[in-house]
């Protein structure tokens, strides 16, 4: 019942520029690691699925220890591989957040010189300002002043050389009546000379004051123009300089955060590496405890194949006499008619008559076509019959029949007509078997078994071709949904195709 055995053999601001570079540089890193990892994984799952096929008949508690030890093994290189790669992302990651926050201090300390070449400009400017006003009201003083002066000038002017009598001073100086009269108004006179000399130098230098307080005002609205320009320039540099700091602040934040998040994925990568290796651990001592229960499952089933085979090649001896029998029983019945057929000829051809003595057709020894046995189920085959090796056990063992891959639950009939002989769970690793005997067939007598199944239906009796009989399944040494076909001569098993 279970397969026979052979032995064999994973300082300009650049903090928007340097960060989103190294995100864009480290994203892509990890999308390829991502994609080889993805890889690595489907391929082992392939492989692990291959196992099931491998392990079909195994001890269940056996084939999930190796299937458990296998996956882990196989997912170990890829949890290092993850581990490192998390590992120097977090590297890139503190790098690039060194990087950030450098540019960040580098893009701070240029906000504050520009904010204090600003705010120099800006009293520079202030002071210029305050210089023009002053020149301007000084200018617009020594102009009232200027043209007062000028006035009275004007009217001393027109009071020396254009007064008539005693009004003007030449009259006076003229009109005296007494020498003394006269020295007196001389002296009037050479007063009024003095003070229309006084008023003429001081419109002199209030002229030339002008001049100077004019070309002054022309220079510092010059310089007013110049620093007006200046601070645009540097209040323009302060904004740029203070965008930039916003900017290098965000993207170190970005970077800081960055790094945090690369730190705990290595952290999680790392304990998904540890947690892995304990169970690689725990998974190789269970199983071997299951390779030593192992051992005494197949001695016996070993035991129990032979019980079975015996029962087998005895019900084929007792069919074959049992054909034999009915063979000979029916070439005496035929040989009888033969000789019955004849006596009638020979009594009619004594009374003169003509009798044709009919011959009875030969008894056929083997009547069964090559397609005997119809399909039980439909499904894909996912393991054929023949010798396999067993990864856990280390030996060649025989895959007794085929499996179709089928749903739980799905029904299962009778291959040909026959005798339901045993029916019931079986403790070899067979789950719930039911098998059919179907007599002698081109000289062998032909049973079929039907393993796994989820439920029973027919339990004794005979069956028809096509008849439900139960329900596939998964139940004793079975790795997943499907139904294991078997077919045996004489006790021995066969390939199935032979009499499909």
């Known amino acids: 019942m279970r397969r026979s055995e052979k032995s064999g053999p994973a300082t300009r601001l650049t903090a928007a520029g340097l960060v989103i570079t190294c995100s864009v540089s480290l994203g892509s890193a990890l999308v390829a690691r991502a994609d080889s990892v993805s890889d690595q994984k489907k391929r082992n799952d392939k492989k692990i699925a291959a196992l099931g096929q491998q392990l079909e008949g195994t001890n269940a ?34 790098a690039a957040q060194v990087a950030a926050e450098a540019t960040e201090a580098r893009a701070i300390a240029a906000e504050a010189k520009a904010r204090a070449h600003n705010e120099a400009v800006a009293q520079k400017l202030a002071v210029a300002r305050a210089n023009e006003q002053r020149a301007k009201e000084q200018l617009a003083k020594s102009g009232a002043d200027l ?75 010059g310089e007013i123009a110049e620093l007006k320009r200046q601070a645009e320039a540097a209040l323009r ?34 304990t998904q ?3 892995l290796k304990s169970k690689q651990s725990a998974y190789t001592a269970d199983l071997a405890v299951q390779k030593q229960s192992e051992a005494a499952d197949l001695a016996s089933a070993r035991a129990e194949s032979a019980r079975l085979q015996a029962v087998l090649v005895e019900r084929a001896r007792k069919a074959r006499i049992a054909e034999q029998k009915r063979q000979a029983r029916l070439r005496a019945e035929r040989a009888a008619k033969i000789r019955a057929e004849r006596a009638k000829a020979a009594a009619a051809k004594r009374r003169g008559q003509v009798y044709i003595p009919k011959t009875p057709p030969p008894v056929q ?123 045996y001569e004489d006790g021995t098993p066969v390939n199935p195709r032979k009499w499909l």
Request: charged fraction near 15%; hydrophobic fraction near 40%.
């Open 365 to 487: 020894s083997d009547p069964t076509p090559s397609n005997y046995l119809s399909y039980p189920a439909v499904g894909p085959t996912t393991s054929g019959f023949g010798m396999r090796w067993h990864p856990v056990l280390q030996k060649w063992m025989l895959h007794d029949g085929l499996d179709w891959g089928i749903p739980c639950g799905t029904p299962v009939y009778a291959a040909a007509p026959g005798e339901v002989i045993r029916a019931g769970w079986r403790a070899s690793g067979w789950g719930n078997q039911i098998l059919i005997d179907h007599g002698i067939h081109r000289g062998v007598d032909l049973v079929t078994s039907y393993n796994h199944l989820s439920s029973i239906v027919k339990f004794g009796g005979s069956v028809n071709r096509g008849q439900l009989i139960g329900y596939s399944g998964t139940t004793g040494y079975s790795t997943g949904c499907h139904l294991h076909f078997g077919t």
């Open 147 to 221: 043209v007062s002066s000028q006035d009275a000038l004007d009217s001393y002017a027109a009071e020396v050389f254009q007064g008539s009598g005693q009004e003007s001073q030449l009259g006076m100086v003229f009109g005296s009546t007494s020498p003394e009269d006269f020295a007196n108004r001389l002296v009037m006179a050479d007063t009024a000379s003095a003070v229309a000399s006084d008023t003429i130098d001081k419109l002199a230098a209030m002229t030339a004051d002008n001049t100077s307080t004019r070309s002054y005002l022309t220079s510092v609205r």
């Open 237 to 270: 540099g302060a904004e740029a300089a203070a965008a930039a700091a916003t900017q290098a602040k965000n993207q170190a934040i970005v970077a800081k955060n960055n790094a945090v998040t690369a730190a705990q994925n290595a952290a999680a990568a790392k």
């Open 273 to 275: 590496l540890d947690q």
């Open 61 to 94: 508690a056996l084939a999930r220890a190796y299937v458990n030890l296998q996956r882990t093994n196989a997912a170990l290189p890829i949890a290092q591989q993850r581990v490192t790669s998390a590992q120097a992302a977090q590297v890139r990651a503190q």
